[in-house]
């Protein structure tokens, strides 16, 4: 019994001790964890959901001090009940996870390794077996050292657990376990191999043969009978290989970019999971990093869970120069424990990985043959503009009072706004936008993509659409702004067949369209050499034909036919 508790003692203090500290090294994983087991679907203790940090930071400074006094012998009477009632209560947990599948990884040992819910609750039950070893055979734990030392030896643990925590908290775990860790590639780390075992599926077919309902069992395969199909029923019974990195996309307006992005080079990625909860004072060193590393030659972009219109709010607040783009919240809490956070990803390969509080620590070395230095101040002033351009636009569009006022209130306008006059108003900030970009247009030329980006690019042509009586004086402009490759082809095309259309001449691509009540109906404004237009759309860009794009402003009932200017009068 002696050498069986003396064992017992060794490898109970030593995995409480090794648990401990991995989770300690990442506090914040085992409290996203807790928060769980907190959640309504499993234990209802929503209650305790904001205290999860602190909550988690306690238990896992516990867990090593009681290893730490186990092997030292000290307290032993609190010591193993303790123990004993810590393993009573997780046994209990990893079995209703387990039994009820309702969180599938326990934490318990952070990420360093996974365990399923049942293999997590094997290995509790291993440990209360060894602790009611301990627990019954007691007088057999001899304390080492003298109970002064003994006590030295507690607080030392305790100030250095204290102090790893402080340390984890500030900063990023001191060893990273996750599958986003630095050096690895998110690429690879998506990918299944050629060779992975596949899920396997268990279907239950009820037929209904002869009168009588029969259920027929297959893995796949359409059961040969005679009978009615009544429904069926697919189990998984053996899941297939899943790679490390799953649900990591990169989206915005409907539209995944992450093959885009991740096959880009010089890339720096902003991480903000949550701006409910986001550390406002973070985005003042990421506000300067960020602006460093567009003129360095990066591209600049942000990752969150929140919604398109709270992150344009936090850009304005801000006055951040980049786009935030969709990513699953929990994929995000995954890659760094910080909210926010900062990444640089080359090709998909992770370089470098700083909490907000380390970002003067971000090397971004000038890249060579990078673009040319964008004016971000000119940028920022642009994308305020393009705020406005659209202010009232989409309510325009609106077809009820009721989806005017459900939209407006969404936007956060007052209902002095979303009730008023909106062509007005619209018409005002159209004023007021060209006021600066006819005085940028006079001074410096057109804003083009190297001195504003790409995405910024097209504001000042898209002021000018809006306040048509300009467009005579500089669309000579912003077609050497598209010869120069600054905006696309396409955008100085429909501008100068808008010009010929407002100066009723014939137009050269085919870019616009009417509508009239009257028995002219829908047509394409007459086009100059309309048997040629396609080959004129195509060298400047366009990807349809004539006929293809008359669908598109019309319908798909709509057929294009040629008119004259005498026809359309």
Request: charged letters at 25%; one cysteine or more.
């Amino acid at each position: 019994m002696k050498i069986l508790v003396g064992i017992s003692r060794i490898i109970v203090g030593v995995l409480f001790i090794i648990s401990g500290l991995i989770k300690l090294n990442d506090p914040v994983g085992f409290s996203f964890k807790l928060k769980d087991y907190f959640a309504p679907e499993v234990l209802d203790l929503e209650f305790l959901v904001p205290y999860a940090l602190l909550i988690a930071i306690f238990v896992v400074i516990f867990e090593v001090l009681l290893g730490v006094a186990l092997l030292l012998g000290y307290l032993k009477k609190f010591t193993l009940w303790s123990l004993l009632l810590m393993i009573v209560f997780f046994t209990f947990l990893t079995f209703y996870s387990a039994y009820f599948n309702k969180v599938t990884d326990c934490g318990c040992f952070g990420d360093a390794i996974k365990l399923t819910p049942w293999e997590s609750f094997t290995k509790d039950i291993i440990l209360l077996v060894l602790i009611l070893i301990l627990f019954f055979g007691s007088k057999y734990i001899r304390p080492f050292f003298t109970k002064g030392l003994r006590s030295i030896f507690i607080l030392a643990s305790f100030v250095a657990c204290l102090g790893v925590t402080y340390y984890v908290l500030l900063h990023l775990p001191i060893i990273d376990f996750r599958p986003y860790k630095i050096g690895a590639n998110i690429t690879e780390g998506m990918s299944v191999p050629k060779d992975a075992p596949a899920p396997v599926f268990e279907y239950k077919w009820k037929f209904k043969i002869d009168g009588e309902e029969k259920i027929i069992i297959t893995n796949g395969e359409y059961p040969q009978v005679d009978g009615e199909l009544i429904g069926t029923e697919t189990e998984m019974i053996q899941e297939g290989y899943e790679p490390p990195i799953h649900d990591f996309t990169m989206e915005r307006d409907g539209e995944d970019f992450t093959a885009q992005f991740l096959e880009e080079e010089n890339l720096v990625i902003v991480i903000a999971y949550s701006l409910g909860n986001t550390e406002k004072d973070g985005y003042i060193p990421i506000k300067t990093a960020t602006d460093k590393a567009i003129k360095n030659g990066y591209n600049v972009i942000g990752l969150s869970a929140s919604s398109q219109e709270m992150t344009e709010a936090l850009v304005a607040e801000y006055k951040l120069n980049f786009k935030f783009y969709f990513c699953d919240e929990t994929t995000l809490k995954t890659i760094v424990r910080s909210n926010p956070g900062i990444l640089e990803l080359d090709n998909g390969t992770i370089k470098q990985k700083l909490h907000w509080n380390d970002i003067h620590k971000l090397a971004l070395p000038v890249v060579e043959n990078a673009k040319p230095k964008l004016d971000l101040s000119l940028k920022q002033r642009l994308d305020s503009i393009a705020v406005l351009d659209q202010k009232y636009r989409s309510l325009m569009q609106t077809r009820s009072l009721e989806e005017r006022k459900k939209l407006g209130e969404k936007m956060g306008l007052s209902e002095a706004e979303y009730s008023g006059d909106l062509v007005g108003m619209q018409s005002v900030l159209d004023s007021v936008n060209m006021i600066f970009v006819e005085k940028y247009l006079r001074e410096k030329g057109y804003p083009g993509k190297s001195v504003v980006g790409e995405e910024s690019s097209l504001v000042a042509w898209n002021v000018l659409q809006h306040n048509p009586e300009k467009i005579p004086l500089f669309l000579p402009l912003v077609k050497k702004a598209a010869a120069a490759n600054e905006i696309p082809k396409t955008s100085a095309a429909m501008m100068e067949d808008r010009y010929l259309m407002m100066e009723g001449k014939l137009q050269i691509y085919g870019t616009q369209g009417m509508t009239f009540d009257d028995e002219r109906g829908s047509f394409i404004w007459p086009i100059e050499n309309a048997e040629t237009v396609n080959q004129r759309r195509k060298e400047a860009g366009f990807d349809e034909t004539i006929e293809a794009y008359s669908k598109i402003l019309f319908g798909a009932d709509f057929e294009y036919e040629p008119r004259t200017l005498e026809q359309i009068k």
